[in-house]
C-alpha cells in the first residue's frame, strides 16, 4: 500500500493513484480530501476538513479519526466509513452509497437523503446524532445505534421535520424530541429488524470490527411520513 504525508506530498497524490489502495497521514483540516472518488481505496490517518467525500463517486474512503462538517456532501456511490465522529450536515443530499460513522454526529445529518429505482443511500450513526437529523428526507435509510447511550435519547430536537419518504431506524424506545404530528413513529417488527436491518448493521460492525449483536441489542422504532397528512404540512416548523 502506497502511504504519503499530504502535507509533504500534496492532495493530488489521491488522483495519481486513484485506482490503487492508499493512505494519507497528517490530516489536519484540510477539506475536499476524495472528492468524486470513482473507484480506489482512500486510508485518511488524522482530522479532514470540511467536504471530505463529497459528490463520492464510487470509490472508498476509510477515516480513522474524526470529520468534520458535510462529509459525503451529494455522495452518489461508494463507502465512507468513519472511525470516529462527525460534524454538521453529514451525507447532505445523499444519493446513493453507503456512510458509517462509529461515533456521533452533529446538526442536520441525512438532510434531504434521497433514494430511486436500485440507488439507495443508507446512513448508519453509532452513537447518537444532534437535532434535525433526516430533515426533509426523501428517501434511504438511516440508523442510529446509541452505542454507549442505552439510557438516554439518541437524537436531538426535530428528528426527521419535513421528511416525506425513507425511513429512521432509532435502536431506542424513547421519542425524539417534538418529533412533529405529521410522522408516524411505530415499534419495528422482528420480520423488519431481520430483513432491513441486520444486514445493514452487520456490515457497519464489520467495519469496525465490533461485534453486530452489540449493535441489535434491545428495541429499535421507525421514524416515517404519515401519507394521509398533507403534502403542504410536512414543512411546518414544529
Known amino acids: ?28 483540516g484540510e477539506r475536499y480530501i476524495g472528492c468524486g472518488m470513482k473507484k ?27 470529520v468534520q462538517d458535510a462529509a459525503a456532501d451529494t455522495m452518489n456511490a ?15 443530499g445523499m444519493r446513493g452509497g453507503r456512510v458509517y460513522v462509529l461515533g456521533d454526529a452533529g446538526y442536520r445529518a441525512g438532510v434531504h437523503m434521497k433514494a430511486y429505482e436500485d440507488k439507495k443511500s443508507i446512513l448508519v450513526i453509532g452513537g447518537r446524532a444532534g437535532s434535525f437529523l433526516g430533515e426533509y428526507l426523501a428517501g434511504g435509510i438511516i440508523i442510529v445505534l446509541g452505542l454507549g447511550y442505552e439510557d438516554k435519547r439518541i437524537t ?6 419535513g421528511m416525506y419518504a425513507g ?12 418529533l412533529s404530528d405529521k410522522l408516524i413513529k411505530r415499534t419495528v417488527g422482528d420480520d423488519e ?46
Request: proline content about 4%; some cysteine.
Open 156 to 161: 436531538g430536537y426535530f428528528c426527521g421535520n
Open 78 to 92: 461508494g463507502l465512507l466509513a468513519v472511525n470516529g465522529s462527525a460534524g454538521d450536515a453529514l451525507a447532505y
Open 193 to 238: 429488524r431481520e430483513r432491513i436491518i441486520r444486514p445493514i448493521v452487520t456490515d457497519f460492525a464489520s467495519r469496525f470490527s465490533i461485534p453486530p449483536e452489540r449493535c441489535l441489542e434491545g428495541g429499535f422504532i421507525a421514524i416515517e411520513a404519515d401519507k394521509s397528512k398533507s403534502y403542504s404540512q410536512l414543512y411546518a416548523a414544529v
Open 1 to 28: 500500500m502506497n502511504i504519503f504525508d499530504i502535507r509533504k506530498d500534496g492532495r493530488d497524490v489521491i488522483r495519481r493513484f486513484d485506482s490503487n489502495e492508499i493512505t494519507i497521514t497528517g490530516c489536519l
Open 40 to 66: 480506489g481505496v482512500l486510508h485518511v490517518k488524522g482530522t479532514p476538513g470540511n467536504a471530505l467525500a463529497a459528490y463520492l463517486d464510487g470509490g472508498t474512503v476509510y477515516v480513522d479519526g474524526n
Open 167 to 178: 425511513t429512521i431506524y432509532l435502536r431506542t424506545d424513547k421519542e425524539p424530541l417534538n
